[in-house]
Every structure is written in structure tokens, then in C-alpha cells.
């Protein structure tokens, strides 16, 4: 059986649980293919690195998923909205590019029902893909940020914006947190009275954090809304990038096998 080799890009890259999720899911489907971390130190050298190692397909992660969109032959889908792609494909030498990461935080938030408006707090590379993903299904999204630079993107791509220090109190269906606000400590993206009020009026709230319950999950159990952590969004970004690495559908058992994967 021909080995094909996979890698995910990034630096730092060691702490990826890519490589354990894709594996797992290589063995289950009795593939025999690697995928391996690849440490890049030069963002510019990504497809050249791609081509040359005779890499089949691989994933992109911080800080090179902009240096994966200007690079490619040709980027696919929502990803030409977001700007940013963590997938390549080697087609014959051609490197096609795609974004995961939005469809698999919509597949993430498939539980939540009639979600209408959505209050995205912060504004990093995963609100981006956040953002275009909820926009291109015609959900109000408004992004609040600590600090302006980021809110730009957002701003040019018609989403309302403000700082998170000086937006006024509105009902939202969905709270998103894609802040890295209580990953390493125990603190709230934004002022707790302020979460406290948005809570109040909302039904959902997604951590892009995840094998932690943070802070700002913590308050919104206690407000009694339907709560999710980052988990799903990563298995399901994984899921749909093996997806278009092998050409077919992923079936459930493989899914709960690359889950598994993830917890190890
Ligand atoms: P970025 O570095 O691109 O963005 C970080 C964001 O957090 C910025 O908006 C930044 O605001 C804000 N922020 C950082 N520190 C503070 C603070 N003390 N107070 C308020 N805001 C703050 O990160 P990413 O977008 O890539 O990642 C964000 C989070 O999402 C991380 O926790 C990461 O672990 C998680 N993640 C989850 C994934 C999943 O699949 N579940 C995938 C990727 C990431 P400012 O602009 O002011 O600096």
C-alpha cells in the first residue's frame, strides 16, 4: 500500500494534538500514512517546503495560516473571505487551499438552534474564521475587542465593531469567548457584571478553549445556558480537513476514534 506523508505546519508546533487525532483516524481506516508535526521557521518558505518534502496534503496553523492563503495555486471556498487557510492539497503539484476551521465551528454549534445575533469577544485569527463562517449564514455577528488593531478586518468586512471597554449592552443569542481569556489563568474576556447582564438575555455561549471549563463558561452554567467548549470546533476542523486529504466522508466511528485522540 503506497505511505503517503502528512504534516501540520506551525511554530511552536510540538503541543499539537493533530498529529495523535489524524494518525488514530490513519489507522482505524488501515491507511498507511504519517502525519507528523513540521516546525517552519519561515512563513515565506511554506509551499516551497510543501512541494519539495512531497508532502500529500497538509494542515497550517499559527503563525502561518496568511502565509498558507497568499501562497497557494488556488484557495477554495470561504476561505478567499477569511483570508487565512489551514489545509493544503497536493494535486499533481498544484497546492489548492482551504479553511476548516469555519465549517467546523458551525458543525460545532449544530446544536444551537435559531441563532439570529451573536456577541464574538475577541478578535484574532479564530474570530475571523468565526465571524465569515456566521456572516455567510446570515447571522448578525458583532465583535468587541480589548484593543483596536484587530477590529480593522472586521470593520472592512461589515461586521459592527467596538471596544470591549465601550459598547453598549444588547440581547444576543450566542456569547462567543475566541479570546485566549482563561486559558492559563482564571479571569473573564470581558468585565464580569457586563457578562453577568449579557447571560442574562442570551441562550448560548461557546469557548473556543478547550479540556478546561473556563471562567466565562463557568458563569454562563450558572446563568443556565446551553454551554459548549472549543473541543468539537478542533475534532471537526480535523474531521473535514481528512476529509479532502483522503476524498471521502468521514463516517461517525472514525469521528469518535479521532475524538478520542484528541483526550489523549
Ligand atoms: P490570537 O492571538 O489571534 O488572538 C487573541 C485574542 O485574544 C485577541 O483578540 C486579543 O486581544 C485577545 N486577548 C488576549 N489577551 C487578552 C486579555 N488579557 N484581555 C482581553 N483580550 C485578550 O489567538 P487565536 O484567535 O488564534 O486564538 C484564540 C483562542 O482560541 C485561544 O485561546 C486558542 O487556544 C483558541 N483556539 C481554539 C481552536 C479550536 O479549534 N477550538 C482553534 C484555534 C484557537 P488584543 O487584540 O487586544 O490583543
Redesign the pocket.
Known amino acids: 500500500m503506497q505511505k503517503n506523508k502528512f504534516v501540520i505546519f506551525g511554530n511552536p508546533i510540538e503541543h499539537s494534538k493533530s498529529p495523535q487525532m489524524h494518525n488514530a483516524a490513519f489507522k482505524h481506516l488501515n491507511l498507511n500514512n504519517t502525519y507528523e508535526t513540521y516546525l517552519l521557521e519561515d512563513g515565506n518558505t511554506l509551499k516551497d517546503v510543501f512541494i519539495s518534502e512531497n508532502i500529500k496534503a497538509s494542515n497550517i496553523?499559527?503563525p502561518f495560516k496568511e502565509f498558507a492563503y497568499i501562497q497557494a495555486d488556488e484557495v477554495k471556498g470561504i476561505a478567499n473571505e477569511i483570508k487565512a487557510c489551514n489545509t493544503f492539497i497536493n494535486e499533481n503539484g498544484k497546492v489548492l487551499a482551504y479553511n476548516t476551521?469555519a465549517p467546523?465551528?458551525m458543525k460545532?454549534i449544530e446544536d444551537f438552534d435559531d441563532i439570529k445575533t451573536v456577541l464574538l469577544?475577541?478578535?484574532?485569527?479564530?474570530?475571523?474564521a468565526i465571524a465569515i463562517a456566521l456572516k455567510d449564514k446570515n447571522i448578525d455577528v458583532t465583535v468587541i475587542?480589548?484593543?483596536k488593531?484587530?477590529?480593522e478586518f472586521f470593520k472592512n468586512n461589515g461586521f459592527k465593531t467596538f471596544l470591549?471597554d465601550n459598547f453598549r449592552l444588547e440581547a444576543y443569542d450566542l456569547i462567543i469567548?475566541?479570546?485566549?481569556?482563561?486559558?492559563k489563568?482564571e479571569?473573564y474576556?470581558?468585565a464580569m457584571l457586563k457578562l453577568e447582564n449579557l447571560f442574562l438575555n442570551s441562550r448560548y455561549a461557546f469557548d473556543?478553549?478547550?479540556g478546561k471549563e473556563t471562567p466565562f463558561l463557568k458563569l454562563a452554567k450558572q446563568e443556565n445556558l446551553m454551554v459548549k467548549?472549543?473541543?468539537?470546533?478542533?475534532?471537526y476542523?480535523g474531521v473535514l480537513a481528512l476529509e479532502l486529504f483522503i476524498g471521502k466522508t468521514i463516517d461517525k466511528e472514525t469521528i469518535e476514534v479521532m475524538r478520542k485522540a484528541l483526550k489523549q
Open positions: 496553523t499559527l476551521d467546523g465551528f460545532a469577544i475577541g478578535a484574532g485569527g479564530t474570530a475571523k475587542n480589548r484593543s488593531e484587530k477590529l470591549s469567548n475566541s479570546t485566549s481569556v482563561g486559558l489563568d479571569k474576556p470581558i473556543c478553549i478547550y467548549d472549543g473541543e468539537d470546533m478542533l475534532l476542523q
